[in-house]
């Protein structure tokens, strides 16, 4: 079975820290995914990359910043962490087949609560 | 922009009822994805559709194509339905290359009653 880990279930910052959510799988996987889910607005892409190295900008990008220096794992960084980034973020991955037809595989999830 | 309109949002069902939820694509589009989200817990994918009818177990997932439009069933619905369940569609970029990038609708409360 396909893993995604997320390296926190819950995490409490204050205003203005730099914050780390790290996201590993261990599938091979070429695509990795960033979303935040809020109430009412459903999941909305952050980021997402392709390829070691690789990123594009999703949906709201605006605040985030990623990294991936390895295949299996894929970096959110919150530069300077503010109030409205208080969310759950999910990571996912899935293969790269040259198509849509690539099913996302989900991480559990980081509830942030930024103070 | 592609979008993806989900419904109803909220739905509340005895259990053993059959149940139905709707969702609607824009053009650009050209996969579905139906997720299960069960409370605090994280995303598990239900089926990917890029036409025709897809079943597992009770839940049975259908795609048309030409009115962009899928539809996720449950037969003989239990509590343990109860969940999130999200569609997602699978955006296709300049090239036909999509990455896999998904585009979400809102989710739909599925609440089954013993």
């Not at chain 1, 409205?84 to 609560?113: D, H, I, K, V």
């Not at chain 2, 030409?66 to 069933?73: C, W």
Request: with cysteine; charged share 20%.
């Amino acid at each position: 079975d396909v893993k995604v880990t997320q390296s926190s279930r819950y995490l409490v910052k204050r205003t203005g820290e730099k914050v780390f959510l790290e996201c590993v799988q261990d599938m091979d996987h070429e695509n990795m995914f960033w979303y935040r889910q809020d109430p009412g607005l459903g999941l909305r892409l952050i980021y997402f990359s392709y390829d070691v190295k690789m990123k594009e900008k999703g949906d709201i990008p605006e605040g985030y910043s990623v990294s991936r220096e390895k295949k299996e794992r894929f970096s959110l960084i919150l530069e300077s962490a503010s109030t409205n980034q208080t969310s759950m973020y999910l990571c996912a991955s899935s293969l790269w087949r040259g198509s849509s037809y690539n099913e996302q595989f989900f991480g559990p999830g980081t509830r942030l609560t930024v103070l | 922009k592609n979008e993806v309109e989900q419904s109803p949002q909220n739905l509340t069902a005895q259990e053993g009822e059959f149940i139905t939820i709707n969702c609607s694509y824009s053009v650009g589009i050209s996969a579905l994805h139906w997720l299960q989200q069960h409370p605090g817990g994280g995303i598990v994918s239900l089926f990917m559709l890029s036409s025709g009818k897809k079943k597992h177990g009770r839940l049975i997932a259908t795609i048309n194509i030409q009115e962009k439009h899928s539809s996720l069933h449950i037969t003989a619905s239990h509590p343990r339905d109860s969940a999130v369940y999200i569609c997602a569609g699978a955006t296709t970029l300049g090239g036909g290359t999509s990455y896999g990038k998904l585009t979400f609708g809102q989710g739909t409360i599925l609440t089954v009653h013993p």
